[in-house]
């Protein structure tokens, strides 16, 4: 436990903890929008923003910014402007930021380990400075997220209808871009580049599989995305000296341990939830009534699937649907 | 007298160039139920569209509620139904918080729900009769459903006029009488109306005015019509008869493709 005592520890617990509330609150809207691999492509971008800052000796940080908000802000019009090849332009640019990103590395003449921090995250070597940047960052992410989110939860969900609820949807959608590139550089130096979109989905995933509201989705996935960094760099930090475990690809891996581990719940209560949903009403056409003996009566506590049907309730078991009438089930 | 809610002269839309609407005009009066017919190309969702302001009008003048519609900026007073088949999204959703969408066109950046707020969401979910299923996922509701809260939500912003682009498409017959009713609510209450419809159902009895589109421009205006009627070149008048009158050719917006061995 010593090992939180030092200083570069709890600073990179502090940047995980913001990281991993900030990152699922754009996710949230990107899933949302079915975009869920937008930040991956602003990752791809934000390469050649850190490959700039590497060779003009500014802060990758705020390059990274400045060329991952351009990078989505492009995307955003490909999006809205070409509706048929756009996520064909999607991959061009993606592919561009990441070449552009490792070919200005090799001009800077810096080594490929400095962009491996950027790519793969480097958090226990975040400097007092960055974590800064980084705390600010996220909780701009996290006000403008939360704050406005009866506006961007509206252009996300119907677009035409926040149109003509006087929105204007094309702010909305820039900064949601906007935020999602500021996420990217954020979770930068957490897990890294080309893992950042795992800390922004993957939260939003889990949580969304045993949520039926979309405030609840978010919420859970603030806490889960949180829960997962803070974790993930804990459980790195805790290794027996001589393993090295990188806290990035820890914090991703706990992050999808949570999601694997509540998959089955999920699938098994929208299994339920399709058993139970009341039957259209109407009368079958005909119906043939039951002869054989029941070992119960039907009931509340039967055990059965009760599914309600207009105005009484159906019993489904082995295929049957038997609705209770006198003495015996008429089968529906 | 008051200003009407609508009035479009000589509206023209062109979508990508082509000419899709031409030289419509149209007056929709307070309290007006209007029923927007006509076949699928018709041009009816597009009218709609120019009508909300979701598409620009190449030329002609709309005026909402005595605004032309460049300065109109009370979209409070107006509420929209999109054609939809599902009200759902990426991410599971309450129903009442689809229908809460509906209010921001009175909710001011950065405030909590006011009170007002909470009772016309309260107030919506009723009148389609959702209220017993306002915490259900959306992706839970039947498609009839969720078409009603897809009207709900047009209604938490209490407009006084509605634009529903084919509410009753796909939607059981149960259901369509679950819209009938909210919408007959709506009316009592003094609400104007304009509906896109492919068939009426049972709306029907809620119709005063039918417009019925063809080809782009409005080919009907008057009386309320008998969904077999829509389609017939006279519009049901039975004391008319063509004969010898060419059967219609099929024709719609897109060029027909023709190769040069196809025989006309």
Redesign the interface.
């Known amino acids: 436990m010593e090992i939180f005592t030092y200083p570069f520890m709890q600073r990179a617990l502090l940047a995980a903890l913001f990281t991993g509330l900030a990152a699922p609150v754009v996710g949230?809207y990107l899933?949302?929008?079915?975009l869920?691999l937008m930040g991956d492509g602003i990752g791809h971008v934000a390469v050649t923003g850190v490959a700039l800052g590497l060779l003009t000796g500014a802060s990758p940080i705020w390059t990274a910014v400045v060329v991952a908000i351009l990078g989505a802000v492009l995307i955003e019009i490909i999006r809205e402007r070409g509706h048929t090849n756009g996520d064909v332009a999607l991959a061009l640019l993606f592919y561009g930021g990441l070449a552009g990103g490792v070919l200005i590395t090799g001009l800077a003449d810096e080594s490929a380990s400095r962009l491996q921090e950027y790519l793969f995250g480097a958090i226990t070597t975040i400097s007092v400075t960055d974590v800064l940047i980084t705390m600010a960052l996220a909780a701009l992410v996290i006000a403008v997220g939360v704050?406005?989110s009866?506006?961007l939860?509206?252009v996300?969900?119907?677009q035409?209808?926040?149109?003509?609820?006087?929105?204007n949807v094309r702010v909305y959608n820039v900064l949601v871009a906007v935020l999602a590139a500021v996420s990217v550089t954020v979770a930068m130096r957490t897990v890294g580049l080309l893992l950042v979109s795992a800390l922004m989905v993957v939260p939003?995933a889990t949580s969304?599989q045993l949520?039926?509201?979309?405030?609840?989705?978010l919420g859970a996935a603030m806490v889960l995305g949180m829960v997962a960094s803070v974790g993930g760099l804990a459980l790195s930090a805790l290794a027996p000296a001589g393993t090295p475990i990188a806290p990035g690809p820890t914090i991703v891996l706990l992050s999808l341990a949570g999601f694997v581990l509540t998959w089955p719940v999920g699938a098994w209560l929208r299994q339920r939830?399709r058993l139970r949903?009341p039957f259209?009403?109407?009368r079958p056409e005909r119906h043939e009534t039951t002869t054989d003996e029941h070992a119960h009566e039907h009931g509340p506590d039967c055990g059965h699937v009760a599914v309600p049907h207009e105005d009484h309730v159906d019993y489904v078991h082995d295929g049957h649907r038997h609705a209770p009438h006198g003495k015996h089930y008429d089968e529906h | 007298m008051r200003v009407k809610p609508v009035q479009l002269s000589k509206g023209s839309v062109a979508i990508g160039g082509r000419p899709v609407l031409r030289g419509i005009d149209l007056e929709v009066g307070t309290g007006d139920f209007i029923a927007l017919m006509g076949a699928n190309g018709s041009g009816k969702t597009t009218l709609v569209r120019a009508l909300t302001g979701l598409r620009p009008l190449t030329s002609g003048s709309l005026t909402l509620f005595g605004a032309p519609s460049a300065q109109f900026a009370e979209w409070h007073r107006i509420g929209f139904v999109p054609q939809r088949t599902s009200a759902t999204s990426g991410v599971p959703t309450s129903v009442w918080e689809v229908v809460a969408s509906g209010r921001l066109t009175r909710r001011r950046l950065l405030r909590p729900l006011s009170r007002a707020d909470r009772a016309a969401i309260k107030d919506a979910l009723a009148v389609v009769g959702l209220t017993e299923m306002a915490r259900d996922g959306v992706s839970q509701l039947s498609g009839g459903q969720q078409q009603r809260a897809l009207i709900a939500r047009a209604l938490a912003g209490e407009p006084e006029l509605f634009f529903l682009d084919e509410p009753t498409a796909g939607v059981d017959l149960p259901n369509q009488h679950a819209l009938a009713d909210a919408l007959r609510q709506l009316k009592d209450r003094g609400a104007t109306i304009v509906l896109v419809a492919h068939e009426l159902g049972p709306l029907a009895a809620l119709v005063d005015r039918a417009v019925v589109m063809r080809d782009g421009r409005v080919a009907y205006d008057g009386a309320p019509l008998a969904d077999h009627d829509v389609h017939h070149p006279d519009f049901g008048e039975v004391h008319t008869h063509h004969h010898g009158d060419p059967a219609p050719a099929r024709h719609d917006h897109t060029p027909h493709v023709a190769s040069p061995l196809e025989p006309r």
Request: aromatic share 8%; net charge positive; glycine share 10%.
């Open positions: 949230t899933v949302q929008r079915r869920a704050g406005l009866p506006q939860f509206a996300a969900q119907d035409e209808f926040a149109r003509v609820a006087g929105l939003v969304q949520s039926r509201s979309f405030r609840g989705t939830q949903e259209p009403a109407g």
